[in-house]
């Protein structure tokens, strides 16, 4: 995990140094002069070799020191941490709808398979898995908000003044970035749940006499749920990408908005900190599965 981290950092900060443009001749602007810029860069360190500059960086940002905006000329730290909250919070209300969907229908299709009712949960489910989250956020905001008058697009409200008001606006765009990888996770789910099924404990468990329900949920689930963990923790980490895309359609100020304008200013301290703040939850996420998976299943240490 540790070189992980540190190999996405170091790509993270080289592509950065292809990107056209120089942050101080964007601060400074039309009063940009040679000398005024030769001076700014030594300020902010540009003139150095850029391998030394990462250094600094990634020893800064270890310290918790991620430096200061370019353009808010405040510190990157107090700039996202109300922002990243809210993202992670919308990431996880998303995860927890993905959860409520995919397990009953993943376990209903499964118990009724070639059904009809699971033949049109299937199509259903290719449907919503071709649907991006921006486009269902869009379809969403029109029909729940701007017909049905469930809440009003745009009226977010900061955790600060009312969580129960902040969670339920997040509900809305969390239903838009959970329903694509719920539709996926109940396809997982049907799929280990009828490969379980046919192996042959559970053909001994029937032979005993316990019931269709006791086969499934004492046996067939807890090894169904195993290739199931992996994918969650995947999703979670693919909702806290979504959930950037989704809060530019419902106006939610999250760290979306900050790390484009940032990436337009060329506020590098801000989009690095962003970024990488996102790239290690994300990686963290993977590693903490993992580790569950083996602790669930000793079987893959020993692979």
């Given at each position: 995990?540790?070189?992980?981290?540190?190999?996405?950092?170091?790509?993270?900060?080289?592509?950065?140094?292809?990107?056209?443009?120089?942050?101080?001749?964007?601060?400074?602007?039309?009063?940009?002069?040679?000398?005024?810029?030769?001076?700014?860069?030594?300020?902010?360190?540009?003139?150095?070799?850029?391998?030394?500059?990462?250094?600094?960086?990634?020893?800064?940002?270890?310290?918790?020191?991620?430096?200061?905006?370019?353009?808010?000329?405040?510190?990157?730290?107090?700039?996202?941490?109300?922002?990243?909250?809210?993202?992670?919070?919308?990431?996880?209300?998303?995860?927890?709808?993905?959860?409520?969907?995919?397990?009953?229908?993943?376990?209903?299709?499964?118990?009724?398979?070639?059904?009809?009712?699971?033949?049109?949960?299937?199509?259903?489910?290719?449907?919503?898995?071709?649907?991006p989250p921006?486009?269902?956020?869009?379809?969403?905001?029109?029909?729940?908000?701007?017909?049905?008058?469930?809440?009003?697009?745009?009226?977010?409200?900061?955790?600060?003044?009312?969580?129960?008001?902040?969670?339920?606006?997040?509900?809305?765009?969390?239903?838009?970035?959970?329903?694509?990888?719920?539709?996926?996770?109940?396809?997982?789910?049907?799929?280990?749940?009828?490969?379980?099924?046919?192996?042959?404990?559970?053909?001994?468990?029937?032979?005993?006499?316990?019931?269709?329900?006791?086969?499934?949920?004492?046996?067939?689930?807890?090894?169904?749920?195993?290739?199931?963990?992996?994918?969650?923790?995947m999703s979670?980490?693919?909702?806290?990408?979504?959930?950037?895309?989704?809060?530019?359609?419902?106006?939610i100020p999250?760290?979306?908005?900050?790390?484009?304008?940032?990436?337009?200013?060329?506020?590098?301290?801000?989009?690095?900190?962003?970024?990488?703040?996102?790239?290690?939850?994300?990686?963290?996420?993977?590693?903490?599965?993992?580790?569950?998976?083996?602790?669930?299943?000793?079987?893959?240490?020993?692979?």
């Amino acid at each position: 995990m540790l070189i992980t981290l540190v190999v996405v950092s170091l790509c993270l900060y080289l592509s950065f140094q292809l990107i056209s443009g120089d942050p101080a001749t964007r601060m400074l602007g039309t009063s940009a002069t040679p000398e005024r810029l030769a001076a700014l860069r030594q300020e902010l360190g540009l003139d150095q070799p850029v391998l030394l500059q990462y250094v600094r960086w990634l020893g800064a940002f270890v310290t918790g020191d991620l430096g200061t905006s370019y353009v808010y000329h405040q510190p990157v730290t107090e700039l996202l941490s109300s922002k990243i909250i809210v993202t992670l919070s919308l990431a996880l209300l998303s995860f927890v709808f993905m959860c409520i969907i995919a397990f009953p229908v993943g376990i209903y299709t499964a118990k009724h398979a070639g059904s009809v009712l699971d033949r049109i949960v299937l199509v259903v489910n290719q449907v919503i898995m071709a649907i991006p989250p921006f486009f269902s956020g869009i379809i969403i905001s029109w029909v729940f908000g701007m017909i049905l008058h469930l809440f009003a697009p745009g009226g977010y409200i900061s955790y600060t003044k009312s969580i129960p008001q902040f969670v339920g606006y997040l509900v809305f765009p969390a239903i838009a970035i959970a329903l694509p990888r719920a539709a996926q996770a109940a396809r997982l789910i049907r799929g280990s749940i009828l490969e379980e099924a046919s192996k042959n404990y559970t053909r001994t468990a029937y032979s005993r006499g316990n019931s269709t329900n006791g086969v499934l949920f004492n046996h067939v689930l807890k090894h169904a749920f195993l290739p199931v963990l992996t994918f969650m923790g995947m999703s979670l980490g693919n909702m806290l990408a979504g959930s950037l895309v989704v809060e530019r359609v419902f106006n939610i100020p999250g760290i979306s908005n900050t790390l484009l304008t940032s990436i337009g200013n060329r506020d590098y301290p801000v989009v690095l900190a962003a970024v990488m703040w996102i790239a290690s939850i994300i990686i963290i996420i993977n590693f903490l599965v993992d580790v569950l998976y083996r602790v669930i299943d000793p079987r893959t240490a020993e692979e």
